[in-house]
């Protein structure tokens, strides 16, 4: 086996021990399983009285569903139970509701209407698989097509079809305040007007599809005192629990997973696609119920990473420097929000990418359209940006007739920079990264470049400040004119904390559209009866000179209710997605 | 439909059971037969993780009918170490970490075992070529093909 070099010069702050299995090769744990073929994965186990669930799905992008008839594959051979979205206890769901961010969008059977080609509405369950495939031809649902959207910013647009009735904006919503993620760093405007050169592109990636070799699925049984026993392909096999728990409306000590070997996940195992059904199916029939995902299914409905488009303008000084940069992005969620959420999140903690710039700003926007929900996927959010970012900085590169691996070195952090997500960079190895690969490229530097390092020239003077930041009311939710408005403030040089605006979700009039409906979010810790709405609240005087800047006065809002505290599932470990800091 | 009755040699051991007619045998092994060494992958014969040997042969067990192997020798992963003792292929599997997440390891070893049985010294080109039906996601064909070109070199590879 190879060893890895552990260059501990460029991580002296990393543990300074000796490492005995980094570098060095030890057998796995699981090998001998897999080279016998004795690991077991979660299709491998057998079960006396199995029944099979297939699914009947949508065949439109878009469609209101008008009738469902199921007489005729209910008397067909073999089927023992046909499921219904009414069957299903709690038939809305967001796979973040564990740790009580977004509301619930997606049914685990359709209802009323289908939002894109794939979606669940009928599952049945029978003694064969071929009998199940048989009686979902049988099965008769009466569409009315409606129009789709496909493109990310067009459904955006005011009279864009409504692809999503939880979020009628076809945005996600942000703390039920905002219609994006957004990040604000000194003055991008100001930062173009100074620069030599501006330049601005639009990437746009494709999804792709996971295609683990194993596809998706799950085999429940009934266990004794009412448990049930699930072989799952889950990635997260708590979060699975957690889900089905959520769903068929049991305590999740009545679930027992068993998981760990997974054929094949890169993300897209995490979504809890079949476990709901099967259990559902096992419960209803008291038959075991293997629910498993043939490769047609695994493509239209197992999600895959969302598309985003991606547009970058930067302001370039003819010495290399990037003295502003602006990226807007459109993360493309299809029809449910299932990751995408957290998604965007990433992307916004992720820009400017690895390099210190004075005046950065972006918006990063989750869209719904009439896709195959998409979902996590290896470093999703982050790898798509990374990609326009650094094609991005090839122009540039070109554009200062520099050369690429040179105007790296140039602006990438160094320790002790300040970011603009306004906390120190640290540990920065950028530097050393391109010096390292241009050496074995035979790539040739300037002496200048090699002899630069992450050590020297950050953290003093303009790159260790926050700049005095212009702020906008841009984005938030309820102001139609909101998504093109000016500046509204401006936060004085060294501020760290934007309080996050507390006006509330105006009902109705977002952006001209209908008002919203009302989806009862699962509250499973709360007295029955939701506080009222907060009256309307006026907006915050538009704007405040720097010099005189104080924190915008707190809205008069009614006393939040007084509930008991919810369970924070999780939260540790999706920490980022409430913006709180890990320790 | 009335089922018919099938026999064939499975890893050495005669089985009896009943199929299906339009049964295939990937079906028959694992949910019939309880073998769960060949997987299900795409069932359209793309992906490799059903191959088991047939004769001696290399087949997609998905796409052969269960009938047609009456009286015939199939063999699977499950029964390729003897006893305790792994085939060369797997020892050198394991010494190349030539598995990711394992799903797809069994028909890549039933592939290189009737790679080897039939030409015991292949060139780089042979190994890829002869791998070349079977899909691993994971993307690591690099420690798959150094696997068994190691096993190919190892005392006793020859034996299939």
Known sequence: MATMEMRKDLFADERDDNLNVIGKGVQRQDMPGHVTARTRFFDDHAFDGMLHLKVVRSPHHHARIRAIDTSAAERAPGVKRVLRGADVPVNKNTLLSLINFGKDDEPSLAVSKVSYKGEPVVAILADSEAQALAACKLVRIDYDPLPAVFDVEETLKPGAPVVNETYPGNYFEYHERFDHQKLRFGDVERGFAGADIVMEHRYQMSPIEHAPTETNGSIAAPEQNGRYLVHSCAQGLFFALGTTAKIVDVESNQLHFIGGTVGGGFGGKVDSLTEPLAVLGAMLTGRPVRFVLDREEEMLYGSPRGAERIYIKDGLMRDGRIVARHIRSYFDAGAYTRLSSYAAIKCTAHVPGPYWIPNVASDIYVSYTNRCPSTAMRGFGVTAVDFALEVQMDRLAEAANMDPMELRILNAYRDGDMKPHRRAAKNTALVECVQVAAEKANWPLSEQAKRASSLIGGGAGERSQIPATQLDARGQIGRPDSRNGPVTQVLPAGTSRIAPSKQPVMEGARDGRATPTQVPRYEPQRPAAPPPPPAYQPAPPPYQPASSYSPPPAPPAPPPPVAPAQPQHGAVRFSSVFGTRRR | ?160
């Open chain 2, 1 to 160: 439909m009335a089922k018919l009755p099938l026999q064939f040699r499975l890893n050495g051991s005669d089985r009896a059971t009943f199929v299906d007619p339009a049964s295939n045998l990937l079906d028959t092994l694992r949910r019939g037969l309880g073998d769960f060494g060949p997987k299900y992958g795409c069932g359209q014969g793309t992906c490799g993780v059903c191959t088991v040997l047939v004769d001696g042969e290399p087949q997609l067990a998905c796409l052969t009918l269960a009938v047609s192997c009456e009286g015939r020798q199939i063999e699977t992963t499950s029964g390729m170490a003897d006893g305790p003792n792994l085939h060369p292929l797997q020892d050198a599997f394991m010494d190349h970490f030539a598995a990711q997440c394992g799903f797809c390891t069994p028909g890549m070893l039933t592939a290189a075992r009737a790679l080897l049985a039939k030409n015991p010294q292949p060139s780089r080109e042979e190994v890829v070529e002869a791998i070349s039906g079977n899909i691993c996601r994971c993307t690591g064909y690099e420690p798959i093909i150094a696997a068994i070109l190691a096993a190919a070199n190892a005392p006793g590879a020859r034996r299939a």
